[in-house]
């Protein structure tokens, strides 16, 4: 059986957390999209992780772990992260590595920091970790498979020369930078093509087997719903589908095998990056939510920058849970909010003069305002509760405003960083 778990949100929903609770009823776990530039954190027995590339599972021996065709290779931080992981302690993952997958190259993270220093104030805010560049490339067809590090000597270097033609001009003219040796680059591929030898398969056989065979397979997507390239805040997203649909192709499985499709919901809002965020707060109420948020504080695992802070969007959330095709909801960091006497909820938005509940295009998301609603607060610690009929009335009762908003059944509540800190409806 193959299920997906997606983000409904701008990301940081907590997908890290309820991938390594379900991994252990998996047999592979799959990262289908994206790249190196957003984290997932996971709380285990090992301590607090913030992987990047290598999929939630990496912490369960019986599972296995792979890259998909979908996902941005950045290869020495793949083999640093397994490195770091290992060296606290943790059993080495098992990790298997589509031989179609793109290989992120350097080049890639010099040309995303380029041109966010040209275009300056008018910059996307992004993590300098190479994704547009690359993905830009991946559709022009002039990037790099995995199995391309293998290939001929001689058709690796021409490639390489084709390739630097356009980006040497690129560097010259528009970005007045330094130029890309070809031997050099050559010699980085080769070396790319050492370190990652050992994980690479054939994903396509690997899939229809495990597929055939019954295997239970775990799609672990990054970011989320409005960081979709089509369906988010474009074009303030990021550069590749955040949504489940396209497991289906960044795994390399049939579409009509995903059977379930679990979003991760925040109990409050944030985000990493410029963009559209209609409940976003401010000041001292915000400063309060970020520190108290998340497992340490509302920070980017990747860029350890502050996130942007705002209150529960049902309208958002409703629309990225539609657009995920969600058949249940895992919402998350509830906890945090018992600090609050009142807790306010943005149910609709005002846009010229007139109150919408669906999630309009971005232009008209700049001019809309939040419409707010007060539930009362709990007022109360709700860590180490494992029932949800032992939660506090009014923490249940937002429980289930939500879930009416959100039109999907609520049936996973995460009350705490800790892998246990989760109530099962």
């Given amino acids: 059986m193959v299920k997906a778990i997606v983000g409904a949100n701008w990301g940081d929903e907590g997908k890290g957390k309820i991938t390594d609770m379900l991994a252990a009823d998996s047999d592979i776990v799959?990262?289908?999209?994206?790249?190196?530039?957003?984290?997932?954190?996971?709380?285990?027995?090992?301590?607090?992780?913030?992987?990047?590339?290598?999929?939630?599972?990496?912490?369960?021996?019986?599972?296995?772990?792979?890259?998909?065709?979908?996902?941005?290779?950045?290869?020495?931080?793949?083999?640093?992260?397994?490195?770091?992981?290992?060296?606290?302690?943790?059993?080495?993952?098992?990790?298997?590595?589509?031989?179609?997958?793109?290989?992120?190259?350097?080049?890639?993270?010099?040309?995303?920091?380029?041109?966010?220093?040209?275009?300056?104030?008018?910059?996307?805010?992004?993590?300098?970790?190479?994704?547009?560049?690359?993905?830009?490339?991946?559709?022009?067809?002039?990037?790099?498979?995995?199995?391309?590090?293998?290939?001929?000597?001689?058709?690796?270097?021409?490639?390489?020369?084709?390739?630097?033609?356009?980006?040497?001009?690129?560097l010259e003219h528009i970005y007045h930078k330094p130029l890309i040796d070809k031997k050099e680059l050559f010699n980085t591929l080769k070396e790319y093509g050492e370190m990652i030898k050992p994980y690479v398969i054939d994903s396509v056989k690997f899939m229809h087997e495990a597929i055939s065979s019954g295997k239970n397979i775990l799609l672990e997507g990054q970011l989320g719903s409005l960081k979709d390239p089509d369906f988010g805040i474009y074009p303030m997203t990021t550069s590749s589908s955040t949504l489940a649909g396209y497991g289906a192709v960044g795994a390399g499985i049939p579409p009509y095998e995903i059977k379930e499709i679990i979003t991760v919901v925040k109990a409050y809002s944030s985000a990493v990056g410029a963009g559209a965020f209609v409940s976003e707060i401010f000041g001292e109420e915000a400063d309060e939510l970020r520190r108290r948020g998340g497992d340490g504080g509302e920070f980017g695992a990747t860029t350890g920058r502050p996130r942007r802070m705002g209150w529960f969007d049902c309208v958002a959330s409703r629309y990225g849970c539609r657009v995920q095709g969600?058949?249940?909801?895992?919402?998350?960091?509830?906890?945090?909010?018992?600090?609050?006497d009142e807790i306010p909820v943005c149910i609709g938005y005002e846009l010229d003069?007139?109150?919408?509940?669906?999630?309009?295009?971005?232009?008209?998301?700049?001019?809309?305002?939040?419409?707010?609603?007060?539930?009362?607060?709990?007022?109360?610690?709700?860590?180490?509760?494992?029932?949800?009929?032992?939660?506090?009335?009014?923490?249940r009762n937002y429980i289930e405003f939500v879930e009416r908003e959100l039109e999907v059944p609520i049936k996973i509540v995460s009350n705490g960083p800790n892998r246990e800190d989760i109530i099962m409806r």
């Fill in 30 to 170: 799959i990262r289908f999209q994206g790249g190196a530039n957003a984290g997932h954190t996971i709380i285990n027995d090992y301590g607090k992780f913030a992987l990047h590339l290598l999929p939630s599972g990496s912490f369960n021996q019986n599972v296995i772990n792979m890259i998909g065709n979908g996902v941005a290779l950045d290869i020495p931080a793949l083999i640093k992260e397994i490195n770091e992981v290992v060296s606290r302690g943790v059993p080495k993952p098992n990790i298997v590595v589509s031989e179609r997958t793109q290989v992120l190259m350097p080049y890639h993270k010099l040309f995303d920091q380029y041109e966010e220093e040209r275009l300056s104030d008018r910059q996307f805010g992004s993590t300098k970790s190479g994704i547009a560049p690359f993905f830009s490339d991946k559709f022009s067809k002039i990037g790099f498979q995995v199995w391309e590090l293998f290939s001929d000597d001689e058709l690796l270097k021409e490639k390489i020369s084709n390739v630097l033609e356009v980006k040497n001009l690129l």
């Fill in 353 to 395: 003069g007139k109150v919408i509940r669906d999630f309009p295009t971005t232009n008209k998301l700049e001019k809309a305002k939040p419409v707010l609603k007060v539930l009362p607060g709990w007022k109360s610690d709700i860590r180490g509760i494992k029932k949800y009929m032992d939660l506090p009335e009014n923490c």
């Fill in 326 to 340: 969600t058949t249940q909801v895992a919402f998350t960091v509830l906890d945090v909010l018992g600090y609050l």
